[in-house]
């Protein structure tokens, strides 16, 4: 997806990346209308949702969906979500989260999305977003509906 924001930058976007607690999912389960929204994107963007999974059940809640599922051990997740991005090509993605451990995430992406839901939002990722929305379910629309992006980012 090419998106021409004037005054900033033109992003081509064909991946994303996502984290899982607190970013698409509410205590460890994927509300349906997120299920919905990840459904569309797929269409035009492959997806990944990054995780250290918590709860132990991020396999059974991604398994209906179009993503692909990383895990990894819980230390060093900051670092794990950055070499991620960066060896799968960090210039033609789009990031979402929430989290401490998402900042490098965020700030490597192309375009880089802080979501402040239920589970809150990390003071520190603020700084480092392109755009902060209130709901994951927003943050994806961003993708769908992407002059919502232009109307943010524009200079």
Not at 44 to 62: M, P, S, W
Request: glycine share 8%; aromatic share 6%.
């Amino acid at each position: 997806m090419k998106i021409v924001i004037p005054e900033y930058k033109t992003l081509n976007i064909d991946t994303i990346f996502l984290d899982f607690n607190g970013t698409i999912a509410v205590d460890g389960i994927i509300p349906e209308s997120v299920k919905e929204r990840l459904r569309i994107l797929a269409e035009d963007f492959r997806i990944y949702v990054l995780t250290a999974d918590t709860h132990g059940n991020a396999k059974e809640q991604c398994e209906d969906l179009p993503v692909i599922l990383h895990t990894f051990p819980t230390g060093n997740a900051r670092d794990y979500k950055k070499e991620i991005l960066k060896s799968m090509g960090s210039k033609h993605s789009a990031a979402i989260g929430n989290g401490r451990n998402d900042e490098l995430m965020l700030k490597e992406a192309a375009l880089g999305i802080a979501v402040m839901d239920r589970e809150g939002m990390s003071a520190s990722l603020y700084r480092t977003a392109d755009l902060c929305v209130r709901s994951m379910q927003d943050a994806l629309d961003l993708l769908i509906y992407p002059g919502r992006i232009v109307a943010g980012l524009r200079g």
